[in-house]
């Protein structure tokens, strides 16, 4: 099945810069594209941003391109997501998930979630 565990959430200021990274374990890590996710409080959950199984290609959510940067490093087996000029908007739970299949760019197909890290953007 795999697990994912994500770092680095917490607490800035509107303007500010966070980076959050998501740790997979118990699979091949290189051959599952891995997406970020947020879901704010009473809010549906909602893509962030994805990055392809071979790190060359990306996705970003309107609300975040531009701001936000999703990279994978695979010999650590991790993918940051680098998140700049934040808005109290962005605060949320952050989730990263894999995808259920492999070597795909994102196929929208969740193989397992993390269990999500909060980030807090105060005004």
């Known amino acids: 099945q795999g697990q994912l565990v994500e770092s680095g959430g917490g607490l800035v200021q509107a303007g500010g810069s966070l980076t959050l990274s998501c740790a997979l374990s118990?699979?091949?890590?290189?051959?599952?594209?891995v997406a970020w996710f947020r879901q704010a409080q009473g809010k549906a959950r909602e893509f962030v941003a994805a990055?392809?199984?071979?790190?060359?290609?990306?996705y970003y959510a309107d609300s975040v391109k531009g701001r936000f940067t999703i990279s994978r490093d695979n010999a650590k087996n991790t993918v940051d997501l680098q998140m700049n000029r934040l808005k109290p908007e962005d605060t949320a739970v952050y989730y990263c998930?894999?995808?259920?299949?492999?070597?795909?760019?994102?196929?929208?197909?969740?193989?397992?979630w993390g269990q999500g890290t909060q980030v807090t953007v105060s005004s």
């Open positions: 998930a894999r995808d259920h299949i492999r070597q795909t760019s994102w196929s929208g197909n969740i193989g397992s």
């Open positions: 990055v392809k199984w071979s790190g060359d290609s990306t």
């Open positions: 118990g699979l091949p890590f290189p051959d599952y594209a």
